[in-house]
């Protein structure tokens, strides 16, 4: 009993460490899913796939009366370019943790694809030499990956997620997921480093006098003045949670919950409504993509924090003349036991718009 009490403890402690970096917390609802309902229609199927500046890139699907079933990514399938008829591009959005089943079906996606361009702030050093996020290097197959705790040449404080990507680390042990460094493997020969060298972030950063703990400290204080007019209610709600015995799916239904409302290019975004940590890496992204178009590839994946996408989307049309086919999801975090999942519940959605 004693342990259990520990282990609630802790939980509770990350649960707090998400409303200090100032992503508040949300009462959570009481009521169960039935075992027969739907998903909601408008959560399947996007009003208007080619709506670029209106899209989302994480959401949470709910059932009919609006309980919330799973946390999606999207998979956003682009092509229809004049410059590069044959080429297609999906840009597929990251979270930093996710169920073991997600990123199975993101590892077998990406052996689809002619390369693979992926997110990943290394110094140039270990960029050189080979190493790949998560352990191993180019080409050894994920058998030479190691563990996240062990010292390497270069460390996971540097590996490109976002302040909220580790926010997320922090609360793998509540959450009961796997976090992405671990789940998927970067060791294919398709997979292409798309990202700022460390070097080459910390250079942006100076020159545009930007700094984490100047980004943390605007959002905190949007997130006070922002909070509902009971917060201590909702915490006390927190508390609860994880004194039921559906505890994990409801501390993952108060952080999906603020994913699917976070905005994090506005977040990290300057006066000028640009920023290193988003700007500027889509940038850097982007020229590697127009390297790989220009050497003939074809199909294109480019996996990249959801945070990222809707620059980066805008950036293929304006810069690239790509447009929007398909829009699909994945099923990143289940918010229900199984036994309160509707039983028509796929991993997978789609909406379509022409052909990919």
């Given at each position: 009993m004693k342990n259990d009490l520990s282990a609630l403890f ?177 060791s294919p020969k398709n997979f292409v480093h798309a990202d ?22 605007r959002e905190m204080g949007k997130s006070v003045m922002n ?130």
């Amino acid at each position: 009993m004693k342990n259990d009490l520990s282990a609630l403890f802790r939980r509770f402690l990350a649960i707090a460490g998400l409303a200090t970096a100032g992503l508040t917390l949300t009462s959570l609802d009481t009521h169960r899913a039935g075992a027969d309902e739907k998903p909601a229609a408008a959560d399947v199927a996007e009003s208007d796939p080619k709506a670029a500046d209106s899209a989302e890139y994480v959401r949470i699907t709910r059932t009919d009366r609006k309980l919330a079933l799973s946390l999606d990514t999207s998979v956003v399938h682009m092509g229809n370019s004049k410059k590069y008829p044959e080429a297609t591009v999906d840009l597929i959005g990251a979270i930093h943790l996710g169920e073991a089943a997600y990123y199975d079906k993101l590892n077998t996606m990406f052996a689809d694809y002619d390369v693979l361009l992926f997110e990943a702030v290394m110094p140039e050093e270990a960029l050189k030499k080979g190493w790949r996020p998560g352990g191993g290097r180019s080409g050894e197959s994920g058998s030479h990956r190691r563990s996240l705790s062990d010292e390497q040449e270069w460390t996971e404080a540097k590996i490109g997620l976002s302040a909220i990507g580790a926010l997320q680390l922090g609360m793998k042990e509540a959450l009961g997921l796997e976090f992405q460094l671990s789940a998927v493997d970067y060791s294919p020969k398709n997979f292409v480093h798309a990202d700022m060298t460390q070097e080459e972030f910390e250079s942006s950063m100076e020159k545009r006098g930007e700094s984490f703990s100047e980004m943390m400290l605007r959002e905190m204080g949007k997130s006070v003045m922002n909070q509902d007019q009971h917060p201590l209610a909702q915490n006390l709600d927190v508390l609860m949670s994880l004194l039921t015995d559906d505890r994990l799916y409801r501390v993952r239904r108060i952080a999906a919950t603020q994913l699917a409302k976070a905005d994090e290019g506005e977040a990290f975004a300057g006066a000028d409504g640009t920023s290193t940590i988003i700007t500027e890496r889509n940038i850097k992204a982007l020229e590697v993509l127009q390297r790989e178009l220009k050497a003939g590839r074809r199909k294109i994946g480019i996996f990249y924090g959801a945070g990222h996408l809707k620059d980066m989307e805008q950036r293929m049309v304006d810069d690239f003349g790509f447009q929007r086919n398909k829009l699909e999801w994945l099923t990143a975090w289940e918010l229900r036991q199984e036994s309160e999942r509707p039983a028509a519940q796929t991993a997978v959605e789609s909406s379509d718009a022409g052909n990919n």
